[in-house]
Nanobody, 119 residues
């Protein structure tokens, strides 16, 4: 099913912005739903956002709604997560994943990228 590679993480001050990228090696990337998740130390993995095929119907977790925007460029086999108004509680490793539109399981994951927000 190919590989996913996240990039764009880093250290930013509270209130700042970052844009994460998720590059896929799978040529049929456009057929998959793309999701972003995050995992902070001592916490459960948390759903951040997902976007359907064709870039429609974005959905967000309650904690990021209104601050984060998910998008995709299927011509580049890449998805993005624009993060604005970052808060210290957004600090986590961020992962992208893909799944079939016919399943709720996420079988393919990237290696993650660290986002650290200082207060």
């Amino acid at each position: 099913q190919g590989q996913l590679v996240e990039s764009g993480g880093g250290l930013v001050q509270a209130g700042g912005s970052l844009r994460l990228s998720c590059a896929a090696t799978e040529r049929s990337f456009s057929n998959f739903v793309v999701g972003w998740f995050r995992k902070a130390p001592g916490k459960e993995r948390e759903f951040v956002a997902r976007i359907m095929r064709g870039g429609i119907s974005p959905s967000y977790g309650a904690s990021v709604e209104g601050r984060f925007t998910i998008s995709r460029d299927d011509a580049k086999n890449t998805a993005y997560l624009q993060m604005n108004g970052l808060k210290p509680e957004d600090t986590a490793v961020y992962y992208c994943a893909v799944r079939s539109v016919f399943s709720e399981n996420w079988p393919v994951w990237g290696q993650g990228t660290q986002v650290t927000v200082s207060s």
